[in-house]
């Protein structure tokens, strides 16, 4: 008995179904492999988004760091101008 093998592709997919006399159908399915290579693209634009906004919210803490460091600078130097001026009061 001979075999019949029947190929069918959506251009996604290929299927080939092969028909023994016996009765027995074996189908054999294949994807194109680009569920797995946009897969791959989305995660590597992930993890790219995530190294930027990381950087960005360091840089943002930076700056935060830095305006408290000289509010700090601006306060001390007040008091000492107001000691200055207690002073200068003084009999």
């Known amino acids: 008995m001979a075999d019949r093998i029947t190929e069918r ?4 997919t290929a299927e080939r179904v092969t028909e023994t006399g016996g009765g027995t159908t074996v189908i054999e399915r294949r994807g ?13 634009l992930a993890i790219v ?23 700090g600078k601006v ?12 002073e200068a009061t003084k009999p």
């Open 49 to 71: 988004g995530a190294v930027y906004l990381y950087n960005q919210n360091a840089r943002e803490n930076q700056k935060t760091d830095a305006v408290q460091q000289a509010a």
């Open 75 to 86: 306060g001390d130097a007040a008091k000492d101008v107001g000691d200055a001026a207690k």
């Open 32 to 44: 194109s492999g680009a569920g797995i290579l946009i897969g791959l693209a989305i995660l590597i």
């Open 9 to 12: 592709t959506d251009g996604v």
